[in-house]
């Protein structure tokens, strides 16, 4: 008989409130997909986990487990891993994915060339990103959907004309607050910024959060990572 596969589907937190109910942060796409996967347990025990109710406080996922009636016994399963057999995962059409079958995946580009394992899917308000482990073990993003991701260079205009990420606009770091309202229209979308080594962007970043977009994401390692994973780069206004 051929062994069920185990999925890691997500990991109890810390208690919320006195009752035993248990913060949970979950593995795959929503609360309503982790309510249907329906047979739950902990790795290496014989019993199931049995949850008696579901709900989201803020971003908090929360829920009943049976027999865990104060906070103590909450505070008992802190950091435990929840698992159930793929084969209990519902089933999805061939264009989309979970996002457990993408960690450790090898990430190849056009020209072939291997530029890292992906290591989690980010989401911080608009569009997935792909997170991204190199050789060096450092980590950069990809947008997954290019519709909802704006790509902003800040480093200064001849820099950009001789060479840039493919889409992206010129706003200079020391223009940034000046562009506030363009940047505004953009605020139901990815804003991925970037320079050339990562510092000028991460200070880009602080800026619009200021503003209230905190849609935004510096690019670690800035042009010089992106040339080095031999990503593409074109030249021109």
């Known amino acids: ?29 929503s609360l309503e997909v982790f309510k249907k996967l329906k047979q739950f347990f902990l790795k290496g025990e014989n019993y199931d986990l049995v949850f008696e109710k579901y709900k989201k406080i803020g ?12 906070r103590n016994s909450a505070s008992s399963f802190n950091g435990k891993k ?15 994915y979970y996002v457990l079958d993408l960690m450790g995946c090898k990430v190849i580009n056009i020209n072939k060339i291997f530029m890292g394992n ?23 993003y990809i947008p997954m959907n290019k519709e909802n991701i704006v790509l902003v260079d800040v480093r200064s205009p001849e820099d950009f004309i001789a060479g840039k ?25 990815q804003l991925l910024f970037y320079c050339q080594k990562g510092f000028r962007s991460t200070q880009a970043v602080k800026i619009v959060s200021k503003l ?22 074109v030249s021109g206004a």
């Open 212 to 233: 209230g977009l905190n849609n935004s994401v510096s690019i670690d390692g800035g042009m010089d990572a992106w040339a080095k994973e031999n990503l593409p780069i």
């Open 118 to 140: 992906v290591v989690d899917i980010k989401n911080f308000g608009a569009g997935d990103l792909v997170e991204i482990k190199n050789k060096e073990k450092k980590l950069f």
């Open 59 to 70: 971003k908090n996922n929360i829920v009943t487990l049976k027999g865990c009636n104060d």
């Open 1 to 29: 008989m051929k062994k069920k596969e185990l999925i890691h589907v997500g990991t109890f937190g810390k208690p919320q409130g006195l009752k035993g109910d248990i913060r949970v942060n979950i593995l795959i796409s």
């Open 82 to 96: 929840i698992y159930t057999y793929k084969d209990n995962l519902p089933k999805i059409n061939d264009d989309k």
């Open 165 to 189: 990420i493919t889409n992206a606009i010129n706003i200079p770091l020391d223009k940034i607050a000046d562009h506030a309202e363009q940047l505004q229209k953009y605020s139901k979308k």
